[in-house]
């Protein structure tokens, strides 16, 4: 069971054309650690950096990760590329809210340069989920996602059980992804929800 959101950005198609489009082979030779971390981060936009004041609610790894991914100048999507993950679950993953194996260690420790040891020592055990997130959220972007729910959380209740009956869809046996679509009427961001759909049990 699939659920997707589109939503339209507002940044105007004449200023996006004039952007450049990244090259390898545009670049000049440079050092090699610098020109790996530049080849991998292919986004025309600044990284996503750790906010000071999220990290009272983050475990010790997020600022370990973060600091490693500014220094790297490297993308969600760059990471995950490397890992072998969804940028959404590395996402997650460097705020706590996901479960690194230990072949996620050894290939975050590479692309990072992060020592192994410290990342064991940060990533082993078990996630705290949902602490990092204060309800209602204060974040437009994040406040935007809550407000869908709002205004759409009964409609989509009410079609799913009518497509699958009474029960909900698990955010366990779950996956999503963030895709970018751009058209003649500008961008659009498209969120993919996957869940398995669980029935309540009659007893």
């Known amino acids: 069971m699939a659920c997707i959101l589109r939503a339209a950005l507002s940044t105007p198609l004449a200023s ?10 545009a670049r000049p030779r440079i050092a090699a650690r610098s020109f790996y971390s530049s080849a991998l981060n292919m986004s025309q936009h600044p990284i996503a950096t750790l906010q000071e004041d999220l990290i009272p609610r983050l475990p010790p790894s997020s ?4 600091e490693a991914k500014k220094k790297k100048n490297l993308s969600f999507e760059a990471i995950a590329n490397e890992v072998g993950r969804d940028e959404v679950a590395i996402a ?5 809210q996901a479960m690194a194996s230990s072949e996620d260690i050894q290939k975050l420790s590479k692309v990072l340069d ?21 309800m209602p959220p204060k974040d437009p972007l994040v406040y935007r996602l809550y407000e869908i729910v709002q205004n ?9 059980n009518e497509k699958f009956g009474d ?4 955010a366990i046996s779950f996956s999503t992804k963030i895709e970018k679509e751009t058209d003649e ?12 759909w669980l029935p309540y049990s009659r007893f």
């Open 16 to 25: 996006r054309a004039l952007l450049p489009i990244a090259s390898h082979t």
């Open 63 to 66: 600022p370990t990760l973060f």
């Open 92 to 96: 997650a993953l460097f705020y706590g």
């Open 114 to 134: 992060i020592p192994v040891e410290t990342l064991e020592s940060q990533l082993s055990g078990f996630p705290d989920r949902g602490r990092s997130l204060e």
């Open 152 to 160: 759409y959380g009964y409609a989509y209740k009410a079609v799913l």
């Open 167 to 170: 029960g909900i869809m698990s």
């Open 185 to 196: 009427k500008g961008e659009w961001a498209k969120i993919t929800l996957r869940g398995k």
